[in-house]
């Protein structure tokens, strides 16, 4: 009798994971879990009045690296090649970034002749910083904040301007809180192995074995910086549930876990309210917190470590306006929390992918809510109403894009607690977890955001390691 994997929770984690278990030589049966009536978690896209696509979730993909490259992989073996919209490297959304600083957009600087000249908002050219980097000792902490590193390594300046922004940009967090090693590992270890960022970056980490296919070459041949779907990202996930359930994985939606318990012959009783399923192994692909509360005793210690990882809320506003010009032309910007404690950037999706504009030409930009003042607004215990997030977000492109006219059409969504915050010390909370897992030979696989890794193409690495491991063998696919 083959063994029975059973995957919980349908965001892109747990659909990557059932993906390569289903494609194994020998594939277990697979029954895939999810709570809600829709697969795909955190990317959904929603189609408007005129055919226009807005994003409530993440808006693009980026190709590079092993990763890029797998995901890029996957899309082919999906069958959806013609309806990628690449962002090519000659294209605006992928030459120009800007940071909203004293109530102006100012455009990172980019190329080395960017690096050599003054570029507002920074007082010096960002040379200084790069030389600051290559004459700094390496850290001696194991972790450390990310400002606490971007300050030492690279000034106060780029810590409290670019890293405190961009932590706003990824995960919606505080740079103050935040762990270098976890959210930025690239930058951790390029420091550990080169003693300095820069030439950590340009020796590269040594190089893997290369994927290969027809998109790949294209992505890596037009230099693409990110990419879409035609009829916006939700395509994937839903290109997924398709195939696996050709392949015969049983997919249940509408069907929250209640409860896991562990039976005399290790097996798994998965609790789904009225009814139950048994497991030999679990794959778990939902966020660590919610598995905190359905593990049992046996497992204390586990569910212990899990709940520290906690998790942000981020509004999420779709604007789309009539006739409309933007004063810059780029992928979007972002807003130091200096600058703005609630609004974290703006997106401005016209620019990146036209084709996603619907019979109209009209504009479409996205106003990202969180941070500081969301918390704080959470905790106070006032009514988060949706009028409240439109009218910030109207206001703030108006303020910082000119955008005076009242939107056409809007769309507000806040994701509760969407976004993991790897703080500091992260990397000893999955330590442990990994150890008790050993120790204990809990047949219990942990996949998904809460991790290593929040992008879409860190998911799907991790649903398909999850899926390797359970398989025991890398060539399973």
């Known amino acids: 009798m083959s063994r029975t994997v059973v995957v919980l929770g349908g965001g892109i984690s747990g659909l990557a994971a059932s993906y390569h278990l289903s ?25 408007g009045r005129d055919g226009a696509i807005f994003e409530l979730g993440p808006r693009g993909i980026r190709p590079a690296g092993a990763l890029g490259a797998r995901t890029l992989l996957m899309v082919s073996e999906l069958g959806l090649d013609s309806e990628v919209l690449p962002v090519r490297g000659d294209h605006p959304a992928a030459q120009n970034r800007f940071l909203y600083v ?12 960017g690096l050599l000249r003054p570029s ?3 007082s010096k050219p960002l040379f200084w910083a790069g030389l600051r980097d290559l004459t700094k000792p390496r850290g001696k902490e194991p972790d450390e904040t990310v400002h606490s590193f971007a300050q030492r390594r690279l000034g106060p300046e780029v810590a409290s301007l670019a890293m405190d922004s961009l932590c706003r940009g990824v995960f919606a967090g505080n740079s ?36 290969d296919s027809a998109l790949i070459r294209q992505a890596r041949a037009e230099r693409w910086s990110q990419w879409s779907l035609r009829g916006g990202l939700e395509m994937l996930p839903q290109a997924l549930e398709t195939h696996l359930t050709s392949r015969g994985v049983s997919v249940l939606k509408g069907h929250p876990v209640s409860g896991l318990s562990l039976q005399a012959e290790g097996r798994w009783k998965v609790s789904l309210g009225d009814s139950s399923l048994e497991a030999d192994h679990i794959i778990s692909a939902i966020p660590a917190s919610v598995l905190s509360k359905l593990l049992p005793t046996e497992a204390a210690p586990l569910a212990c470590a899990l709940r520290t990882i906690t998790a942000v809320s981020v ?8 006739g409309a010009r933007l004063p810059v032309q780029g992928f979007g910007h972002l807003v130091p929390s200096s600058e703005d404690p609630g609004i974290l950037g703006i997106v401005y999706d016209s620019v990146a992918f036209p084709e996603q504009d619907g019979s ?10 969180g941070g500081s003042w969301l918390q704080t607004l959470e905790a106070s215990g006032c009514v988060l109403s949706q009028e409240l997030f439109q009218q910030q977000a109207q206001e703030a492109a108006a303020t910082q894009l000119g955008l005076k006219e009242p939107p056409s059409y809007c769309l507000v969504h806040l994701h509760k607690n969407c976004i993991p915050q790897y703080t500091l010390g992260h990397w000893q909370t999955l330590e442990s977890a990994r150890q008790f897992l050993t120790a204990q030979r809990l047949p219990l696989t942990l996949a998904g955001a809460s991790y290593e890794g929040v992008a879409v193409n860190d998911c799907i690495e991790s649903g398909r390691q999850a899926a390797v491991s359970v398989l025991g063998t890398e060539h399973h696919s």
Request: glycine share 10%.
């Open 315 to 322: 509004a999420v506003v779709n604007l789309q306006y009539r």
């Open 360 to 369: 109209s030409p009209d504009l479409r930009v996205t106003v990202m809510m």
């Open 102 to 113: 004293g109530g102006v957009l100012h455009a990172l600087p980019t190329g080395l002749r």
């Open 176 to 211: 103050r809180e935040l762990s270098i090693r976890s959210c930025f590992p690239s930058l951790f270890q390029a420091e550990q192995t080169h003693r300095s960022i820069l030439l950590g970056l340009l020796l590269g980490a040594g190089q893997s074995p290369q994927l």
């Open 23 to 47: 494609r194994a030589p020998y594939p277990p049966k697979v029954v895939l879990v999810e709570g809600s009536e829709r697969l795909g978690g955190w990317i959904r896209s929603v189609r």
């Open 120 to 122: 507002p908002p920074f």
